[in-house]
C-alpha cells in the first residue's frame, strides 16, 4: 500500500472514531439540556392567599336581652344578639354553656365550676387555671398560647391568649371570680382583627351569667325541663329522657321504670281531702294512699302517694306534686313506677329517688328564658 492510501484511510479511520463518539456524546448533551429546560417549564406552586377576616361586629346591634337557660336548670346566661346555642354540658363538677357566631367567627362560653378545694384567694384561683386546665379547654385549636394574665382590683383573674385553627388567627381573653362558693368564668373568642368587640361581648357575658338561687345545693349532672309558657321547671337525672314535650303542653319524661309527666290543670284544691279526691277521680283504677301539705319555693300544694293497675293489669305505683300557681292552675308533676305496688310516701319506699326529684319541681313565673 502507497503512502497516499494509507494515509487516507488513516484519516478516514479518524472520522469515523469522532463520529461514534458523537452520536454517544449528543444525546447525553441533548438529555441534559432538555432536563433543564424541563426544569425551567415546571410550574411553581401557587402561594395560598392570605386569610381573611369578616369585619368585626357592629357592638351597637347587639343586646343581651335574651337569656339562655342552661340544660342543667341551674343558671343562665345572657345571649348577644346573632350569637346561638352551640354546645352545652354538665358533669358533677363543672357547668359549660356554649354561644357561637359563624358570620362573626365567634365564640362565647360561661363555665360554673364546684369549688372543691375551697379557693378563697385570687392567687390560688390563678393557679387553678394552669396550663393543663388550659389546654384541656383548648382542645378546639390546633395551637394555643397564653399571652398576658393578671389579677385585678376585685379579684377577677383575668387572661389573654392568641390561638389558631387552620391558617385562622383568633384572640381570648377569660375573666374568671370566685362568687357564693363557686368558681365562675367567662371566655370569648373573636377574629384577631376585632380586640374592641371582644371587650365589648366579654362585658356582657360576665354581666349575664345568673345562678338560679332556688338550686343553689342541687347536683350539678341532673338535666332540667322548663315550660316557658306555664313557668314551671323540674330537675330529673341526666339518665332520663324528654321523651314527649311542646311549650304548654304535657310534658314526658323517662328513667328507668319510672315515667314523670308535668303539666297543668284548671283545678282549685283547698285541702288534703280535696287533694286525695281529685288524685282518686283523675283516672280510671287509681287509689289514693297518702298524703303530706308541703312548699316548693313561693308556691304551696300537695303531695300524694297512689297505686293503680295498668290496662294489661300491671301494678303501678305512684307520687303526684300539685302546687297552686299565681295563675289560678294546678301545676303538677306525677312520677309512677311501672311492676311496684307500694306507698312510695313510706320512709322506707323511696328506692327510687322519686322525691328528690319532685322535691325540685318549682313555680319560676319570673324566669324568661330560652331553652334551645
Same mark, same amino acid.
Given at each position: ?185 367567662a371566655r370569648v ?29 342541687a347536683p350539678f ?19 332520663? $329522657? /324528654?321523651? #314527649?314535650?311542646?311549650?304548654? *303542653? &304535657? !310534658? ?7 315515667t314523670l309527666v ?93 322525691? $328528690? /326529684?319532685? #322535691?325540685?319541681?318549682?313555680? *319560676? &313565673? !319570673? ?6
Amino acid at each position: 500500500m502507497n503512502k497516499a492510501t494509507k494515509r487516507f484511510t488513516v484519516v478516514v479511520g479518524i472520522v469515523m472514531s469522532v463520529a461514534m463518539v458523537g452520536s454517544l456524546l449528543i444525546p447525553l448533551f441533548s438529555g441534559q439540556v432538555g432536563y433543564t429546560e424541563n426544569l425551567a417549564e415546571t410550574p411553581r406552586p401557587t402561594p395560598l392567599p392570605e386569610p381573611t377576616f369578616p369585619p368585626p361586629p357592629d357592638v351597637s346591634v347587639i343586646d343581651f336581652d335574651q337569656l339562655l337557660l342552661h340544660p342543667s336548670g341551674l343558671f343562665t346566661l345572657a345571649v348577644p344578639t346573632g350569637w346561638q346555642s352551640a354546645s352545652h354540658s354538665n358533669t358533677p363538677d363543672e357547668l359549660r354553656a356554649g354561644l357561637s357566631n359563624s358570620d362573626a367567627v365567634s365564640v362565647v362560653e360561661a363555665r360554673i365550676i364546684k369549688n372543691d378545694d375551697g379557693i378563697s384567694e385570687s392567687s390560688d384561683l390563678s393557679a387553678f387555671f394552669s396550663r393543663d386546665w388550659l389546654d384541656r379547654t383548648w382542645r378546639d385549636y390546633w395551637t394555643w398560647e397564653e399571652t398576658s394574665r393578671k389579677i385585678t382590683e376585685n379579684g377577677s383573674v383575668v387572661i389573654d391568649f392568641n390561638l389558631q385553627r387552620s391558617r385562622t388567627h383568633f384572640i381570648a381573653r377569660q375573666v374568671s371570680w370566685l362568687q357564693d362558693g363557686d368558681i365562675v368564668s367567662a371566655r370569648v373568642v373573636t377574629a384577631e382583627n376585632a380586640p374592641q368587640e371582644l371587650k365589648f361581648l366579654l362585658d356582657g357575658t360576665v354581666n349575664g351569667v345568673r345562678r338560679l338561687d332556688v338550686y343553689r345545693d342541687a347536683p350539678f349532672d341532673w338535666n332540667a325541663y322548663f315550660d316557658n309558657t306555664d313557668k314551671h321547671m323540674i330537675r330529673f337525672p341526666s339518665a332520663w $329522657e /324528654v321523651t #314527649d314535650a311542646a311549650q304548654g *303542653l &304535657p !310534658a314526658t319524661i323517662v328513667g328507668d321504670a319510672v315515667t314523670l309527666v308535668v303539666e297543668t290543670q284548671d283545678v282549685a284544691l283547698n285541702s288534703e281531702n280535696d287533694a286525695t279526691d281529685w288524685i282518686g277521680k283523675w283516672r280510671d283504677g287509681i287509689e289514693a294512699l297518702t298524703v303530706e301539705s308541703v312548699e316548693s319555693g313561693d308556691a304551696a300544694g300537695y303531695l300524694v302517694s297512689y297505686r293503680r293497675a295498668t290496662l294489661d293489669g300491671a301494678p303501678e305505683s305512684g307520687m303526684a306534686l300539685m302546687l297552686h300557681g299565681s295563675d289560678d292552675r294546678l301545676h303538677m308533676a306525677n312520677a309512677r313506677v311501672s311492676d311496684v305496688d307500694v306507698d312510695l310516701l313510706g320512709a322506707a319506699n323511696d328506692d327510687y329517688g322519686l322525691r $328528690e /326529684v319532685l #322535691d325540685s319541681f318549682r313555680l *319560676l &313565673p !319570673a324566669l324568661d328564658a330560652s331553652t334551645d
